[in-house]
Every structure is written in structure tokens, then in C-alpha cells.
């Protein structure tokens, strides 16, 4: 049975850097492509970064709500993912997910939920202005 477990949120100030963990048991890690997805009150859960199995290539959403604040990464022989986020905003405010996939990936889909096989019960993170 794989189980995902997400650590690092917390109520940080505007303008502060956490370190998002997960853990994953179960699963063959370094098979699986991992995934950051995020979920904020009364919104749909978007995606925020991917890297594939060797940890070389990186994905984030095309708009720029992240893009050269956040940092996905990943440890293979400890099982582990991260999210390094920096220059937090208020409207980073959200429940982050950690994901993964066995499935090749799909340029025209890898920022899908559907795409992704496990799940985490996620970490909040809330940012004070």
C-alpha cells in the first residue's frame, strides 16, 4: 500500500521561505514521476511543479503565480520530495498536495490531477501579509 505523507507548512509571514517534505512508502520512488499541487478555500486544486524520475527535469505552471519563487526536488535514496518555497505571498495560502505517477509523462497533460496515481493528505501553509 503506498502512503504519501506531506511535512514542512505552518503560518509564516509574507515575504518568508518554507521547505515542503514528502515522504513516500510503498511505492518504488524512483520509478515514479512527483508532483506538488496545491489547494487554497473555495478554489480548484492547481498544479505547482513536477520533476520526473532522475530528478534533471522540472516542470511549473506556464503562468507566473510561481515560477522563480518555488523549487521542486527530490532525494532518491531517501525517499523523499520537496518544495522549496520562497518570497511567500498571502495567496500562497493553500493546502499543498504531494502526487505521484508511474505514467510517462505528457507534455499536454502532466499539470493534471487525473495524471497522478497517489496522493498525500497534504500540509497548510498559511501566509500572514
Known amino acids: 500500500q503506498v502512503q504519501m505523507v506531506e511535512s514542512g507548512g505552518g503560518l509564516v509571514q509574507a515575504g518568508s521561505s518554507l521547505k515542503l517534505s514528502c515522504t513516500a512508502s510503498?511505492?518504488?520512488?524512483?520509478?515514479?514521476?512527483m508532483a506538488w499541487f496545491r489547494q487554497a478555500p473555495g478554489k480548484e486544486r492547481e498544479f505547482v511543479a513536477r520533476?520526473?524520475?532522475?530528478?534533471?527535469?522540472?516542470?511549473?505552471p506556464d503562468s507566473l503565480t510561481v515560477r522563480g519563487r518555488f523549487s521542486i526536488s527530490r532525494d532518491n535514496a531517501k525517499n523523499l520530495v520537496y518544495l522549496q518555497m520562497n518570497g511567500l505571498k498571502p495567496e500562497d495560502t493553500a493546502t499543498y498536495y504531494c502526487?505521484?505517477?508511474?505514467?510517462?509523462?505528457?507534455?499536454?497533460?502532466?499539470?493534471?490531477?487525473?495524471?497522478?496515481?497517489?496522493w498525500g493528505q497534504g500540509t497548510q501553509v498559511t501566509v500572514s501579509a
Open positions: 510503498g511505492l518504488t520512488f524512483n520509478t515514479a514521476s
Open positions: 502526487a505521484a505517477t508511474r505514467r510517462p509523462f505528457a507534455r499536454a497533460a502532466y499539470y493534471f490531477e487525473h495524471e497522478y496515481e497517489y
Open positions: 520533476i520526473d524520475v532522475s530528478g534533471r527535469n522540472t516542470y511549473y
